[in-house]
């Protein structure tokens, strides 16, 4: 009877064995090599096929500076704290604030001071300036009568003299009150200016320094630096930040992509685990060194042009590093997506003109 399974032999056992997993080696390691030359390939050509950039997520971000010299007394605010416009801040004290403002009051008082004196002495001219042009007629009246009297020798010469005198007397008085009447009006408007400078100096200051309280001039969260109590700052140093509430983020694109990005296209943005979806906003004309971190050892030191990526980042923090992912040859492109909708318009607009006429 015939065997329905041939037995291998006992001496061929072994290299039958050794066969079978020579076969499973090569497979491991051609499958080795084709993921590594993947990952080289992908490494050396990636930015050239796929849109992959690294960016920052950043706010709209105001710097809150020392508009004066001063020590830091009582911060009221914490780091990420939300505030609002007008909020306090911190509060502070200067010495030469506090200076500045008392040497600008006494100088405004001195000013104010000149200033009605000389609006005083004004009116007091202008109204005795008209008697001494009544005086100096009357007296050229008098002096007139006193001459044809002269001349028929009915008045002596003493009183005549004395006509003259009051004549002169009175027109050097006209002309001492005119000459005072022009300085005086030459003059006051320049006081009064410097008054009014003074003033408004003065309460700009008061304003500014504003008791030495610090406020919030726009809506936001407040950076990681605070300033401790106690800190002595001069004029134009950082106090604190205030971050706004639109979030974008500043990628660095790769120099080396062969696609073109319009803006609108839909990218993904991801941190660690947390993924947001968001759109191009636009492809900036400028570029920038890339950040440390972003920098790769084996490659030199690279500059890149930067896109603005808008997206509704609530689960990131500020300043935050992020990957950008997108899709250009799957994913619709803006301008397909425009041209399918006046497409779309266009034969629902066939359909309504259709169905009218076949009213």
């Known amino acids: 009877m015939l065997k329905i399974h041939k037995r291998p032999r006992i001496d061929k056992l072994v290299s039958e064995q050794r066969v079978e997993s020579a076969s499973w080696g090569r497979r491991i390691y051609l499958a080795l090599l084709a993921v590594l030359a993947i990952f080289v390939l992908n490494y050396l050509f990636g930015d050239m096929l796929f849109l992959r950039a690294e960016g920052i997520l950043l706010t709209d971000r105001a710097i809150v500076a020392a508009d004066y010299p001063g020590r830091v007394v009582s911060v009221e605010v914490k780091e990420g704290q939300a505030v609002e416009k007008g909020d306090v801040l911190l509060r502070m004290e200067s010495a030469q604030m506090v200076r500045d403002i008392a040497e600008l009051t006494l100088r405004s008082a001195e000013v104010g001071e000149r200033n009605t004196e000389l609006k005083t002495k004004l009116a007091v001219v202008e109204a005795l300036l008209p008697i001494a042009e009544r005086h100096v007629k009357e007296s050229e009246t008098t002096l007139s009568d006193f ?8 008045i002596s010469s003493y009183r005549l003299t004395d006509a003259v005198n009051s004549k002169y007397q009175a027109a050097e008085r006209q002309a001492e009150l005119k000459s005072q009447a022009e300085l005086l009006r030459s003059q006051v408007p320049t006081v009064s200016a410097s008054f009014e400078r003074a003033n408004s100096a003065l309460s700009s200051l008061e304003r500014l320094y504003d008791g030495g309280v610090v406020r919030a001039f ?21 106090l604190l930040e205030i971050h706004g509430t639109n979030t974008y983020v500043l990628a660095y694109l790769p120099n080396s992509y062969l696609f073109s990005i319009e803006p609108g296209e839909p990218v993904t943005v ?38 603005r990526i808008s997206l509704d980042a609530r689960d990131l923090a500020v300043s935050q590093k992020v990957s950008v992912r997108g899709c250009w040859w799957l994913c619709e492109r803006p301008a397909d997506s425009a041209r399918q909708a006046v497409q779309a318009r266009g034969e629902g607009d066939d359909a309504d003109g259709s169905d009218r006429r076949g009213d």
């Open 218 to 238: 726009q809506a936001g969260i407040v950076g990681p630096r605070v300033p401790s109590p106690g800190r002595v700052v001069q004029f134009g140093d950082d």
């Open 147 to 154: 001459d044809r009297l002269d001349n028929k020798g009915l």
């Open 270 to 307: 991801k941190a660690g685990s947390t993924t947001v979806q968001g759109h191009i906003e636009a492809v900036l004309p400028v570029a920038d060194a890339l950040p440390p971190e972003f920098q790769n050892m084996f490659r030199p030191r690279d500059r890149s042009r930067l896109m």
